[in-house]
C-alpha cells in the first residue's frame, strides 16, 4: 500500500505556518500527522486558532469533536509512545510559542517567500516547499532567501487535490516522503 513517511518522528510538537494563505499548510500538517500516526505515534493534530474543523475535513473525519486524532483517522491504533502533537498555525508564526520543530510553508513563489521574510524567520527551523511544475524559483532560491534548509518537497498534483476533495487521504494515503534534512535545532 502506498505510505506516506513523516517529516520527522523525533519532536513532540511539529508547529508548521503557512507565508500566505492557501499555501497548503493544513495539508501538510495533516499529511505529516498522518504519516506519524501510521508509524504508531499516538498523535493529535491541532489548529493554533482553536477551529479544528478544516482538519477533520482534510483528513474525513467528523468536524465538532476539537483537536483531530490522526490515529483514528488513519484507521491506525496508536503505539505506546509519548503522544505527539502537530500543529496547523495558520499564516501565524508564533515566534514567542515553544515548540520542538517550526517549519515554514512556502510555494516557490516570490510572494510568498516576501511574506514570510516580513513575518520573521527567527525560531522557524527550515522549510517545507509545496511545489508545483514549472516555477521559475527552486529550492535552491528559498533556501538562499530564507536562509533555512528545505526539509521536505511535496508536489502538488491532481491526484493529491483528489484524494483531499474526496476527504479519502486519510484512508488512501499518497506515496509520499516527507522526510528529508534534518533541521538542525530542536528543544
Ligand atoms: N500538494 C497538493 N496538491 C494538490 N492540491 C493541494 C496540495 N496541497 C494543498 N492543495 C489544495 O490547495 C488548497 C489549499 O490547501 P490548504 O487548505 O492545505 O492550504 P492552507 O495554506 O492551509 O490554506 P488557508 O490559508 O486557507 O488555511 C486546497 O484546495 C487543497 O486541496
Ligand atoms: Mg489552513
Not at 53 to 68: D, K, R, Y
Not at 119 to 136: H, K, L, P
Not at 161 to 183: I, N, V, W
Amino acid at each position: 500500500m502506498a505510505s506516506i513517511t513523516p517529516l520527522f518522528d523525533n519532536a513532540r510538537t511539529t508547529y508548521l505556518w503557512g507565508a500566505k494563505g492557501g499555501v497548503g499548510t493544513s495539508t501538510v500538517a495533516a499529511l505529516h500527522a498522518l504519516a506519524l500516526a501510521r508509524a504508531g505515534h499516538p498523535t493529535t493534530l491541532v489548529a493554533a486558532d482553536g477551529d479544528h474543523g478544516e482538519l477533520a475535513a482534510i483528513v474525513g473525519m467528523p468536524e465538532g469533536l476539537g483537536p483531530v486524532d490522526a490515529n483514528a483517522a488513519a484507521g491506525v491504533v496508536a503505539g505506546e509512545r509519548a503522544r505527539v502533537v502537530v500543529v496547523d498555525g495558520g499564516c501565524d508564526p508564533a515566534l514567542d510559542r515553544a515548540v520542538s520543530r517550526r517549519l515554514v510553508v512556502v510555494r516557490l513563489c516570490y510572494l510568498a517567500l516576501r511574506r514570510a521574510l516580513a513575518a520573521g524567520m527567527g525560531g522557524t527551523d527550515g522549510v517545507v516547499a509545496v511545489v508545483e511544475a514549472e516555477r521559475s524559483l527552486g529550492v535552491d532560491d528559498v533556501e538562499a532567501v530564507l536562509g533555512r534548509p528545505v526539509v521536505a518537497t511535496i508536489p502538488v498534483t491532481a491526484a493529491l487535490a483528489r484524494l483531499l476533495d474526496a476527504g479519502l487521504l486519510a484512508l488512501r494515503p499518497p506515496r509520499l516522503d516527507l522526510s528529508g534534512m534534518e533541521p538542525a535545532s530542536s528543544a
